[in-house]
């Protein structure tokens, strides 16, 4: 198994750019979330899925769009990318996203916006 | 307003020696805790977790402690060991009767053990 894996390592964007940071795994898992780490700071939710055709806002969600049409991916898209967006984000998944249940993390996308 | 505080942006520590992370919390509704361990350029990685209704949970050298009455949980390393060297995360969950818990993260402690 591959695990989460999350496309690409390493992105540079202008303001006002689009795109989309992809989230993918292989384990089955019901559960999807996104999450974004900035310096000093721990690391905050932005939307989550329980299931394909499920998806909800978490903490920061605000400049983000998300969609979950299958099971195994579930991309995140910045619509207008602002500076404000330049950080670390961290794609997770688990089987039905309760706490007792270990969340799995991919690698992280660095995002940086100018 | 912070919800989990982890007050210790770093720590250092000597090989062998015990590591002990602190983490503190408001929301007394949150009834699940974990840690979690995150190397650079890599994601976080699931280390131990707590149930509200146990105060200690130990896995070899990582042990968690919690305490409840002062919101309070910690996390020992014995032996600590130089690739124990990373950020530690605290994260908490509320558990509403079935349903998923999303988690709340600390800012993270970095340890750096000393050989």
């Known amino acids: 198994n591959a695990g989460v894996t999350q496309t690409p390592k390493f992105q540079v964007l202008k303001t006002g750019q689009s795109m989309t940071l992809q989230c993918a795994q292989d384990?089955?898992?019901?559960?999807m979330s996104w999450y974004r780490q900035d310096p000093g700071m721990g690391l905050r939710l932005i939307h989550y899925?329980?299931?394909?055709?499920?998806?909800d806002q978490g903490e920061v969600p605000n400049g983000y769009n998300v969609s979950r049409s299958t099971t195994e991916d579930f991309p995140l898209r910045l619509l207008s990318a602002a500076p404000s967006q330049t950080s670390v984000y961290f794609c997770?998944?688990?089987?039905?996203?309760?706490?007792?249940?270990?969340?799995?993390f991919g690698p992280g996308t660095r995002l940086l916006v100018l | 307003d912070q919800q989990v505080k982890q007050n210790s942006p770093s720590l250092s520590v000597q090989e062998g020696r015990i590591s002990i992370l602190n983490c503190d919390y408001t929301?007394?509704?949150?009834?699940?805790f974990l840690w979690y361990k995150k190397y650079p350029a890599e994601g976080p990685t699931f280390l131990i977790s707590?149930?509200?209704?146990?105060d200690k949970n130990e896995d070899g050298r990582f042990t968690v402690f919690l305490n409840k009455s002062a919101k309070h949980l910690s996390l020992h390393i014995v032996p600590s060991q130089p690739g124990d060297s990373a950020v530690y995360f605290c994260a908490a969950s509320v558990y509403y009767g079935g349903s998923q818990g999303n988690l709340i993260f600390g800012k993270g402690t970095k340890l750096s053990v000393k050989p």
């Open positions: 929301n007394s509704m949150f009834d699940y």
């Open positions: 997770a998944s688990s089987f039905r996203g309760l706490a007792k249940e270990t969340q799995y």
């Open positions: 707590i149930s509200s209704i146990k």
């Open positions: 384990m089955n898992h019901e559960y």
């Open positions: 899925s329980v299931g394909a055709g499920i998806t």
